[in-house]
T-cell receptor, first 115, second 113 residues
Framework: GAVVSQHPSWVICKSGTSVKIECRSL??????MFWYRQFPKQSLMLMAT?????????EQGVEKDKFLINHASLTLSTLTVTSAHPEDSSFYIC???????????FGDGTRLSIL | AQKITQTQPGMFVQEKEAVTLDCTYD???????LFWYKQPSSGEMIFLIY??????QNATEGRYSLNFQKARKSANLVISASQLGDSAMYFC??????????FGTGTSLTVIP
């Protein structure tokens, strides 16, 4: 079945550093990838949608300069949290789908802790 | 505006019993898809079942079935013969005609031995 790999699974870093999270579709070509943020015991909040080769579409309230998304190939999208601060600590999870009518398949998520 | 409502923040079910998790949706789109995902405590999101708005039959996948009532705009998930490993958060989601996915707030299911 469709497999999405997300790396790293856990990051602890100092305030002010930048963190890059990778999302790869391993056995299919992901024309669209999604990045979500999830707070404890809450639902997923869509941050942005990215289509391969084009700029990401950010949801209202999500800072583009803070959360840089790159979807350079059909199998890889990256989310970079720039100059991370403690309030950026959260669970970030990516998903990918091959076509619009197919379900999204999720990575295992990244727990980001900013000290 | 699209909206997904899951009214049960927490549910308990006895092992081997069936349980229904409620989901209602609101959309003006004619074509849409409904999905259920399972999120164990480890965090990954696991796709369970899909129902298209034009599908006449209710979707089934093993122990999972989707009770789709289009006129009522409901898409309840039925888990039969509950197992301890079914304890998790369950999210209902909808895809409209655009690219967007909309998630409900989730239902925490606990299976009691």
């Amino acid at each position: 079945g469709a497999v999405v790999s997300q790396h790293p699974s856990w990051v602890i870093c100092k305030s002010g550093t930048s963190v890059k999270i990778e999302c790869r579709s391993l056995d299919f070509q992901a024309t669209t990838m999604f990045w979500y943020r999830q707070f404890p015991k809450q639902s997923l909040m869509l941050m942005a949608t990215s289509n391969e080769g084009s700029k990401a579409t950010y949801e209202q309230g999500v800072e583009k300069d803070k959360f840089l998304i790159n979807h350079a190939s059909l199998t890889l999208s990256t989310l970079t949290v720039t100059s991370a601060h403690p309030e950026d600590s959260s669970f970030y999870i990516c998903s990918a789908r091959e076509t619009r009518v197919q379900p999204q398949h999720f990575g295992d998520g990244t727990r980001l802790s900013i000290l | 505006a699209q909206k997904i409502t899951q009214t049960q923040p927490g549910m308990f079910v006895q092992e081997k019993e069936a349980v229904t998790l409620d989901c209602t949706y609101d959309t003006s789109d004619q074509s849409y898809g409904l999905f259920w995902y399972k999120q164990p405590s480890s965090g990954e999101m696991i796709f369970l079942i899909y129902q298209g708005s034009y599908d006449e039959q209710n979707a089934t996948e093993g122990r999972y079935s989707l009770n789709f009532q289009k006129a009522r705009k409901s898409a309840n998930l039925v888990i039969s013969a509950s197992q301890l490993g079914d304890s998790a958060m369950y999210f209902c989601a909808m895809r409209g005609t655009g690219n967007q996915f909309y998630f409900g707030t989730g239902t925490s299911l606990t299976v009691i031995p």
